[in-house]
């Protein structure tokens, strides 16, 4: 039984130090070499195009549920008038980031283990490096920086269909004003918290993008180590994820607390050396 | 300006597959490896590129010392290399002009020259010009080999490294790329080492022939010596080009019959049969 947890604690540690250590390559290949602008663009517009329809549907049913559910329990307390300001919160700062990256993991973290891998198993990555060019700067790089890019984008059109749609579903369904759906966002939404949405979307971009440029790019074993190339970074970027999102979460958390104490602290600073009129905290 | 082996020695896990090997071509020359399947003759060539280091030894491209160099600095040296897949890997996203058009993109070359090169490399591999817009995967292997070699010799490379160029090739195409290899050789120096398991081929195009066995060298010749070896794995491939039903008919004459005496002692050694009767045969 130890034995087991040894083995996979050895394996989790050398799968982690294997893709920290290639991405180290991509950002130095990253801040060494030209930018390859137009391959970029590419990516991500193919990227985006592949993922919007199923990123859309996911969006509007995800944020359905979302007010189903808390409409059941605000309705017991008689606090519905807070539906629309809960419901968006946490679609911006925890569901809507967790669920494109999910998403985007299985789709397009998937196909892009795959695509690597074949191209590596098929000695295409050799050849370039035969023909003088580095592969990690001609395809990965690309692939992975649209990536990041396209969960950003993705994210953001994900919460404005999901925000849409929540209204729509609490209108018909939960027979709220979608004034008063509307008008409770701000209370609980503000320019901070689509930050730190977006930068959780950054963070598992990251994740999904390193680790299927990693285990593509690393494949080896014919058609079957393709196979395996892809089932595992499936299973490792959801897994990073999740446990990237506890890590995020409370590092957030951490930094709108300092951000508080540091506004408040700013301004009372002002106040006593008379700048701007005191009392208003 | 040669490719030289040191001492190399190469291990996949618990198995040898390259020890002590130690080889170098001439200026210009043609040398052929042969060797049974999985020998390491894939290895061999993919460690002149540094695509696999070697556990010792070192390996030279000309004054590069390969094995002591890092990746930047490689690329460099691959540029003077060109290398020929075993299984043509070409980039299936792109289509035929690009593959080939790939290595000429960092020469600065303008896109008229460009298309010229690539039209006259097709030309050389026996492709029309209807190819260019189709990808890897519309293409049957044989067409996908002749493109690969395209893609390689396109940048004019001073060195090639050929994996089976002509493995699943027909007859006629085979000839002509044993033609194309010795015109780049002849015509413009270049120095090339071809694997193959085609002891034919070998025998009419090579300068020299290196038969590797247990992960060395088993036999280095030229063709004439190597008919002449009397090595039981070199008699042994010698005897595959006349056991074929065609051999003795219609192809190149008996290359036994010219080592005869070798040949019968190597027939009686191993098959437990009389030469002459197949001498009958043939006639
Ligand atoms: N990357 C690798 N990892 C592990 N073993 C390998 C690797 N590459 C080659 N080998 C092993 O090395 C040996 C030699 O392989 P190689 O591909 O050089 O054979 P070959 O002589 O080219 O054979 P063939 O004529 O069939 O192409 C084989 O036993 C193979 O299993
Ligand atoms: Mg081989």
Redesign the pocket.
Known sequence: MTDFAARALSTFLHELGGIAIFNIRIARTYFGTAGNGPEIFRQTAIICTRSITTVLFAGVFVGAILVVQFNLMLKQYDAQMYLGGLNTSALVREVGPLIISFLLAGKIGAFTAAELGTMRVTDQIDAMECLGANPVQRIVLPRFIAIILASVILLGLGLVISIAGSTIVATVFCGINPLRFAGSFPRFVGVWTVACGMIKALVYGVIVAGVSCYKGYTA?GGARGVGRAVTLAAVYTNLYIVIADFITSNILEFLTEVWRIALAGALAWLAAHGWIAGGGL | MSIRFENVTKS??D?K?LSDLSFSTRDGEILYII??????????L?HAVGL?KPDSGRIFVGSHEVTSLNREELMPVRRLCGMIF?QTALFDSMNIFDNIAYGLRSTGLDSDALAARVSEVLSLVQLDSGVLDKLPCDLSFGMQKRVSLARTIAPSPAYLLF??PTTGLDPIITNAIGSLITGLSRQLGTTSIV?S?DMESALSTADRIML?DNGGIAALGTPGEIRQSTNPLVMEFLAEINDTPEAGTSRTPCIWRQDEQSYREYRRAIHHDDPLDIEEVDK
């Open positions: 080896s | 996949f896990l198995r597959v060797g049974k399947s999985g020998v390491g003759k894939s290895v061999t993919k696999i075993q994996d089976e694997v398991h590797l």
